[in-house]
């Protein structure tokens, strides 16, 4: 069982930055790979990134150059480093591991980017 809280959510000004959290907790050492998702209003939850246990990152095209992704395993906490945020950056925050088969999820923050 792995858990999941995010943090660090919030109402900030377009081209402003902002910085999440998740930690996690559990049996971490079992966790692959950490996602970040998102979920806009009305829309499907897309995959904004992800972070191997090796430290290596994808990124979707939409955040490519102003998101990045990071791990700090001896605190167990991924993070996501939001800079030259746009409105349509707006959404519910999600991390989510995997761990062999299984799936895990966290309860999201709201990122809300104003124009």
């Known amino acids: 069982q792995v858990q999941l809280v995010e943090s660090g959510g919030g109402l900030v000004q377009a081209g402003k930055s902002l910085r999440l959290s998740c930690a996690a907790s559990?049996?971490?050492?079992?966790?692959?790979?950490m996602y970040w998702y998102r979920q806009a209003p009305g829309k499907q939850r897309e995959l904004v990134g992800s972070?191997?246990?090796?430290?290596?990152?994808n990124y979707a095209d939409s955040v490519k150059g102003r998101f990045t992704i990071s791990r700090d395993n001896a605190e167990s906490t991924v993070y996501l480093q939001m800079d030259s945020l746009k409105p349509e950056d707006t959404g519910v925050y999600y991390c989510?591991?995997?761990?062999?088969?299984?799936?895990?999820w966290g309860q999201g923050t709201q990122v809300t980017v104003s124009s």
């Open positions: 989510s591991a995997t761990v062999a088969i299984f799936r895990y």
């Open positions: 972070i191997t246990s090796g430290g290596m990152t």
């Open positions: 559990g049996s971490i050492l079992s966790i692959n790979v």
